[in-house]
């Protein structure tokens, strides 16, 4: 009838699933498939794609979320996407994500520094049983050794929006259950048995294996950005030949950073020589008033390099930069970006369910950790596309809000016009209206299923 087509053209109009909406935009039923997410029969995989990430915006778990969403799937349904041994999810996070900063990128007004920033990260973890977790991790956010998994992660910033790439869980002799233990074991050629060997790797080749990956997907930055634990000769020399420079701290280390060919072989001794010699000038980051002064020397391995030397009332910090061309002030500049991964941190585990996983299983975690760093990514998206740019935190509240308001009054008006049949029944002459009505009813429920994928009940 001619109300359906109304109330279809009405619905999709004025109701709108903002991480939908995404979700069709980087087309992620054509990523899906082209990494291995296909099934013969049963739900379709975007649409418990879909659940997963609202779950997580909505802070609920797989249990609650089935228990009040009227059109959710059963239990196994989701269950089953995150122990699935053939999903690439490594590839699907890349991939995810360079669609959304192409999309981003058409935004940009002018040239803009772009980065990439790799580090890593602990997290707690108090189950002895869990596969991938560790002893003796020291965590820098409780200053101590926990028990927990060590998660190497690689980031795009554009300074304005952050997007994390790439992700891996780094295990060291004190890892609680064997690889040959974890209970699932898969054909050597296989993703999965890949990414556990991946896990067995020194951090810096999973590094360098991480930045590969991203420029191979179409990834272009400028700089990679590392801390001081990644500075090592070799392998900025590795980053060096893929065309791609490195701004880092440096540590102060003088079997390390010893320059041969210099006649002020160490840190120390250069920048006691150049203070004498340089004229320093002054900043400051938030309340730390500091000095600076830099000079450009030759690394028997990392090649020629410009360490900029910044004096706070207590440290002597050394930024190193093998774009020899950046003025001081601008490789300071971009190096305060690398701080941004740490809020990233910091924003998965307060909103994004980082480090909550209820899962044991090896494969299960990886899908779940995957899961929230893909709806951290969208999120991101969504606040760089909004006229007013706010914090992720502030953003995630809003979605949440507006995902709840939207389903529960949805369904109100729905069980409204129900209330309404009800009445209509009991007169006999109104049996046509409450025909008409009955049919509007299930047109409602079938175009807000569409629009939102599901609701919750109120």
């Known amino acids: 009838m001619g109300y359906e087509n109304t109330i279809t053209k009405a619905i999709s109009t004025q109701l709108n699933n903002p991480l939908l909406t995404v979700l069709k935009e980087?087309?992620?039923?054509?990523?899906?498939?082209?990494?291995?997410f296909v099934k013969k029969e049963g739900a379709p995989l975007s649409s418990v794609l879909l659940h997963f990430i609202s779950m997580i915006v909505m802070n609920r778990n797989i249990a609650s979320f089935v228990k009040y969403s009227s059109h959710s799937f059963k239990k196994d349904t989701y269950y089953r996407m995150l122990g699935n041994k053939s999903y690439q999810w490594q590839k699907l996070l890349l991939q995810s994500a360079v669609a959304l900063i192409s999309k981003v990128k058409a935004l940009h007004r002018g040239k803009k520094t772009e980065v990439l920033i790799l580090d890593d990260t602990v997290e707690t973890k108090r189950g002895k049983w869990i596969e991938g977790v560790c002893d003796r991790l020291f965590s820098n956010k409780e200053g101590r050794l926990v028990r927990g998994l060590n998660m190497v992660s690689l980031s795009y910033n554009d300074g304005y929006s952050n997007f994390i790439?790439?992700?891996?869980?780094?295990?060291?002799k004190n890892l609680r259950i064997s690889i040959e233990e974890f209970k699932h074991q898969f054909y050597h050629s296989s993703d999965a048995h890949k990414r556990k060997q991946e896990g067995l790797q020194s951090k810096l080749e999973i590094a360098v294996s991480m930045v590969r990956r991203a420029l191979k997907a179409g990834i272009r930055a400028d700089y990679l950005l590392i801390d001081s634990w990644y500075s090592k000769p070799v392998f900025i020399r590795q980053i060096r030949e893929m065309k791609l420079h490195t701004i880092t701290r440096i540590a102060n280390n003088p079997k390390l950073w010893n320059f041969k060919n210099e006649k002020r072989k160490t840190l120390d001794r250069i920048?006691?020589?150049?203070?004498?010699?340089?004229?320093?000038?002054?900043?400051?980051?938030?309340?730390?008033?500091?000095?600076?002064?830099?000079?450009?020397?030759?690394?028997?391995t990392a090649g020629r390099v410009k360490i900029v030397f910044i004096k706070t009332k207590n440290n002597l910090i050394p930024l190193l930069s093998t774009d020899i061309t950046l003025t001081d002030e601008r490789i300071i500049e971009i190096y305060k970006?690398?701080?941004?991964?740490?809020?990233?941190?910091?924003?998965?585990?307060?909103?994004?369910?980082?480090?909550?996983?209820?899962?044991?299983?090896?494969?299960?975690?990886?899908?779940?950790?995957?899961?929230?760093?893909?709806?951290?990514?969208?999120?991101?998206?969504?606040?760089?596309?909004?006229?007013e740019p706010q914090t992720l935190g502030g953003l995630f509240r809003d979605l949440e809000c507006e995902l709840d308001a939207l389903a529960i009054s949805m369904e109100v008006f729905i069980r409204l016009i129900e209330g309404i049949i009800e009445k209509l029944e009991e007169v006999e002459e109104t049996q046509k209206a409450v025909l008409v009505l009955a049919q509007i009813v299930s047109t409602?429920?079938?175009?807000?299923?569409?629009?939102?994928?599901?609701?919750?009940?109120?």
């Open 26 to 36: 980087i087309r992620i039923e054509r990523l899906l498939k082209k990494n291995r």
């Open 165 to 172: 790439l790439d992700f891996a869980l780094k295990f060291n």
């Open 271 to 300: 920048y006691a020589i150049l203070i004498k010699t340089t004229r320093r000038k002054r900043g400051h980051y938030n309340s730390i008033q500091y000095t600076y002064c830099s000079t450009i020397l030759k690394h028997h």
């Open 337 to 387: 970006r690398r701080w941004n991964i740490e809020q990233g941190y910091k924003e998965l585990r307060e909103y994004f369910g980082f480090g909550k996983e209820e899962n044991r299983i090896y494969e299960a975690l990886i899908a779940r950790i995957t899961l929230s760093l893909l709806s951290y990514n969208i999120v991101s998206y969504l606040n760089r596309i909004d006229n």
């Open 444 to 458: 409602l429920r079938v175009c807000v299923r569409n629009e939102l994928e599901f609701w919750c009940e109120s």
